[in-house]
């Protein structure tokens, strides 16, 4: 089984600054990764597929990057609504699919 | 506008059984692979179950094989979870998720807003 690893967990942010978070593979996942955003309460929902692919309706300011082991997603200018949780999730060699821990956005 | 919504969640006892159903709407629902997907309070996710747009093949998390079982009826538009021997640590949020191709083995690109299931006695 392929273990995602995320990080940080917790990162603290102004609004309007640049976020990067990253999520490491065990093994290599090739482009076969997606990032979700989860808000309390809420349903998770697709950002980022295919590692640098943005979903459909997911503004510019969300960018991923990254193949094989390494990925980082990026938020340009924090907005308040981007405070959240967000999960890395690998689609590579599965069953099963797995998530990273998340990591959890807050506001500085 | 693409929805899923789930349902059958409930408090049973250890050793229990629950039928989970997840109804879609706005999208053809035999073309598409669906998932579930569970949350543990105040934990992160974790993938049970997925199945192909025909129902031919199915997929499950070594956690929940031979306990869960993923079904879908293409006439009605919906999804199951039949979770039997549940366990204390089944305790969730179940999502139903959709994939984006037919078959499975890709992202989750909507999400149900989750049915809550508590197992306790």
């Known amino acids: 089984e392929i273990v995602m690893t995320q990080s940080p967990a917790t990162l603290s942010v102004s609004p309007g600054e640049r976020a990067t978070l990253s999520c490491r593979a065990s093994?290599?996942?090739?482009?076969?990764l997606a990032w979700y955003q989860q808000k309390p309460g809420q349903a998770p929902r697709l950002l980022i597929y295919?590692?640098?692919t943005r979903a459909t309706g997911i503004p510019a300011r969300f960018s991923g990057s990254g193949s094989g082991t390494e990925f980082t997603l990026t938020i340009s200018s924090l907005q308040s609504e981007d405070f959240a949780v967000y999960y890395c999730?690998?689609?590579?060699?599965?069953?099963?699919?797995?998530f990273g821990q998340g990591t959890k956005l807050e506001i500085k | 506008e693409v929805q899923l919504v789930e349902s059958g969640g409930g408090l049973v006892h250890p050793g229990g059984s629950l039928r989970l159903s997840c109804a879609a709407s706005?999208?053809?629902?035999?073309?598409?692979?669906m998932n579930w997907v569970r949350q543990a309070p105040g934990k992160g996710l974790e993938w049970d179950s997925g199945?192909?747009?025909?129902?031919?093949?199915?997929y499950y998390a070594d956690s929940v094989k031979g306990r869960f079982t993923i079904s879908r009826d293409n006439a009605k538009n919906t999804l199951y979870l039949q979770m039997n021997s549940l366990r204390a640590e089944d305790t969730a949020v179940y999502y139903c998720?959709?994939?984006?191709?037919?078959?499975?083995?890709?992202?989750?690109?909507?999400w149900g807003k989750g049915t809550t299931v508590i197992v306790s006695s």
């Open positions: 998720a959709k994939g984006p191709i037919w078959s499975a083995g890709k992202y989750m690109d909507v």
């Open positions: 999730q690998h689609y590579n060699n599965w069953p099963p699919y797995t």
């Open positions: 706005g999208f053809t629902f035999s073309g598409y692979a």
């Open positions: 295919d590692a640098s």
């Open positions: 093994q290599s996942v090739s482009s076969n």
């Open positions: 199945i192909s747009g025909s129902g031919g093949s199915t």
